[in-house]
């Protein structure tokens, strides 16, 4: 069974860059059939996806956060991260990394995801 | 506000029947596969519907999908307590090249 884990600091100060992994386990980050994403939630509030990223390290990020979203993959690893730089208290929200079937358009696994909160 | 437009908030009796609409455009809902998320009070969310009305494994069959032009909708039928949850309808957008979701629809099932 596919599972996806972020880890990261969840506690950030305010201009300072965000950091989170997801590892990817039960399935290989290397298959050419999926995208691998983030997603957020502010508190109280609906979900925007962020970015997402292939094997290939082809990417596509919400024009919204372009200037400021790094997104990169580590296939040794099985994993993938997020760098989301000049934080404030606006980024504070929880994270998911989640998976992308490239045939269905479809996030099918999710991880449980992570509270970045930012504040000095 | 969302590329995606949804009501805030839906709510019926259990037993009943409701309707979760997903207004786009031509270049997100019209021409690319609708998928509905389930987020029940504190967890991640999960994929509900997939592929405009596709259940993957997992899902009863009281959930269905169905589109028509720029609109995807969700009916959940013979509705339950359980199904208290925030349903997100999301796609493609070949415009803007980047995923959107709707804001959001609160079910109470009263």
């Known amino acids: 069974q596919l599972q996806l884990q972020e880890s990261g600091p969840g506690l950030v100060k305010p201009s300072e860059t965000l950091s989170l992994t997801c590892t990817v386990s039960?399935?290989?980050?290397?298959?050419?059939?999926?995208?691998w994403g983030w997603i957020r939630q502010s508190p109280g509030k609906g979900l925007e996806w962020i970015a997402s990223i292939h094997q290939s390290g082809s990417t596509y990020t919400n024009p919204s956060l372009r200037s400021r979203v790094t997104i990169s993959v580590d296939t040794s690893k099985n994993q993938f991260s997020l760098k989301l730089s000049s934080v404030t208290a606006a980024d504070t929200a929880v994270y998911y990394c989640a998976r992308l079937s490239r045939t269905s358009g479809t996030y099918n696994y999710w991880g449980q995801g992570t509270l970045v909160t930012v504040s000095s | 506000q969302s590329v995606l437009t949804q009501p805030p908030s839906v709510s019926a009796a259990p037993g009943q029947k409701v309707t979760i609409s997903c207004s786009g455009s031509?270049?997100?809902?019209?021409?690319?596969?609708v998928s509905w998320y389930q987020q029940l009070p504190g967890t991640a969310p999960k994929l509900l519907i997939y592929?405009?009305?596709k259940r993957p494994s997992g899902t009863p069959d009281r959930f269905s999908g169905s589109t028509s032009g720029t609109s995807a909708t969700l009916v959940i039928t013979g509705l339950q307590t359980g199904d208290e949850a925030d349903y997100y309808c999301g796609t493609w957008d070949s415009s803007l090249s980047a995923w959107v979701f709707g804001g959001g629809t609160k079910l109470a099932v009263l």
């Open positions: 039960g399935g290989s980050i290397s298959s050419s059939s999926y995208y």
């Open positions: 031509s270049s997100n809902i019209g021409n690319n596969y």
């Open positions: 592929e405009y009305y």
